[in-house]
């Protein structure tokens, strides 16, 4: 979705976290963190974040899998996820021994991505259950689409609203100018559109 650098500079991260006890996730970070009795390797853009098996078999569906199936990434003992940026995988991992992570919202598309390969049915629900409510006129459009993309429902309701009901101010956006020919006409011919005036959509047909 298009959204500005500078229209996230008001937005703090958020805090996610899987409930653990708070003591096994002590120890479970202790071990990551100062690399104690690690025997997995997850490899991203040359960085490489040392791991252990167990902790992501019993937190992870993705890598249970990977383990069961015998492939070449569990004899090795490493895998490489150059489709994740090498920080988002670091703080996903973290998240998986139990931590308090914190998810910068400059990178909320790069999270959605990691959590649609790895599994992360919770991740993904607190980050959508966030997102919702920095949907505005101004990106809906954008939201909307990228909850298509991924099955946000929430998302998807929220931001079709918007672009239903805030119309005329939809198409002021950059979002709106930036759709295909033939979405734009899928918007305009749309039939819960909610029209003000009658020349709105002819406004709308002028400002694309």
Same mark, same amino acid.
């Given at each position: 979705?298009?959204?500005?650098?500078?229209?996230?500079?008001?937005?703090?991260?958020?805090?996610?976290?899987?409930?653990?006890?708070?003591?096994?996730?002590?120890?479970?970070?202790?071990?990551?963190?100062?690399?104690?009795?690690?025997?997995?390797?997850?490899?991203?853009?040359?960085?490489?974040?040392?791991?252990?098996?167990?902790?992501?078999y019993?937190?992870?569906?993705?890598?249970a899998?990977?383990?069961?199936?015998?492939?070449?990434?569990?004899?090795?003992?490493?895998?490489?996820?150059? @489709?994740?940026?090498?920080?988002?995988?670091?703080?996903?991992?973290?998240?998986?021994?139990?931590?308090?992570?914190?998810?910068?919202?400059?990178?909320?598309?790069?999270?959605?991505?990691?959590?649609?390969?790895?599994?992360?049915?919770?991740?993904k629900?607190?980050?959508?259950?966030?997102?919702?409510?920095?949907?505005?006129?101004?990106?809906?459009?954008?939201?909307?689409?990228?909850?298509?993309?991924?099955?946000?429902?929430?998302i998807?309701?929220?931001?079709?609203?918007?672009?239903?009901?805030?119309?005329?101010?939809?198409?002021?956006?950059?979002?709106?100018?930036?759709l295909?020919f033939?979405?734009?006409?899928?918007?305009?011919?749309?039939?819960?559109?909610?029209?003000?005036?009658?020349?709105?959509?002819?406004? @709308?047909?002028?400002?694309?």
């Amino acid at each position: 979705m298009a959204t500005k650098e500078e229209d996230l500079q008001g937005i703090q991260p958020f805090q996610a976290s899987l409930k653990y006890d708070n003591q096994i996730s002590d120890k479970l970070l202790d071990l990551l963190i100062n690399d104690k009795l690690t025997d997995f390797q997850i490899k991203s853009h040359g960085e490489i974040i040392k791991c252990h098996r167990t902790v992501l078999y019993s937190t992870c569906d993705y890598f249970a899998t990977m383990f069961n199936s015998g492939l070449k990434e569990a004899a090795e003992n490493k895998v490489e996820m150059d @489709a994740i940026d090498p920080h988002v995988i670091r703080v996903i991992v973290h998240y998986l021994y139990g931590a308090k992570v914190k998810i910068e919202w400059e990178k909320i598309q790069a999270y959605f991505d990691a959590c649609e390969m790895l599994q992360l049915k919770d991740l993904k629900r607190e980050l959508e259950q966030h997102a919702v409510r920095y949907i505005s006129v101004e990106n809906c459009i954008g939201w909307y689409k990228f909850a298509e993309k991924y099955a946000l429902d929430n998302i998807c309701e929220v931001a079709r609203h918007l672009m239903l009901s805030e119309f005329p101010n939809v198409c002021k956006y950059e979002e709106y100018r930036a759709l295909s020919f033939a979405e734009v006409i899928d918007y305009l011919t749309d039939s819960e559109v909610k029209v003000r005036r009658h020349d709105d959509i002819v406004t @709308a047909t002028i400002q694309w």
